[in-house]
């Protein structure tokens, strides 16, 4: 999947939750976030800064890798995904993930969504998120992409 992208160079948490911010105030609901990048670059950190955004206590957030996917409600009803552990597509079926997509008023994250991209390509709207680590050790390049 190409579309066009913006890379943001952020340089610490804080300026990661800035963008975060500017990202969930341009949510309308029924977009799907689908996460790629390095393991620890920070998918749950942006994740959490973006629940928060949207009216989500940030305490709840943390990664959903052990239980595949958690509900948190905000100004959206958000469901975060973690396909880490996934072992077949079969599985996301079985958990209802292509359900979860047609929830209305409703924003679904996916972290390591790059396992299984089947099952969610043709989603839109669609924003796609590729974090990776920087030079420094809270350095961060995280690319925004997004499809209507």
């Known amino acids: 999947m190409d579309f066009a992208k913006e890379t943001f160079f952020v340089k610490s948490e804080g300026e990661t939750i ?5 990202l969930a105030a341009g949510l309308r609901g029924g977009e799907l976030i ?3 990048g390095d393991l620890g670059a920070g998918k749950t950190f942006f ?11 940030r305490k709840k957030v943390a990664s959903p890798t052990f239980v595949i996917m958690k509900k ?5 009803d958000v469901y975060h995904w973690d396909f880490y552990r996934v072992s077949s597509v079969d599985e ?5 993930f292509p359900e979860y997509l047609k929830a209305e008023n409703s924003l679904t ?7 299984f991209k089947e099952c969610w390509e043709a989603h839109r709207p669609l924003i796609r998120i590729e974090i990776k680590f920087g030079k420094g050790e809270n350095e961060r390049e995280i690319s925004i992409g997004r499809i209507d």
Do not use: H, P, Q, R
């Open 92 to 96: 996301l079926y079985i958990a209802d």
């Open 34 to 36: 689908v996460f790629d």
């Open 47 to 57: 994740t959490g800064a973006l629940c928060e955004s949207l009216g989500v206590e």
């Open 72 to 76: 948190y409600s905000g100004k959206f």
């Open 18 to 22: 800035a963008l975060a911010e500017k």
């Open 109 to 115: 994250i996916v972290e390591w969504a790059d396992m």
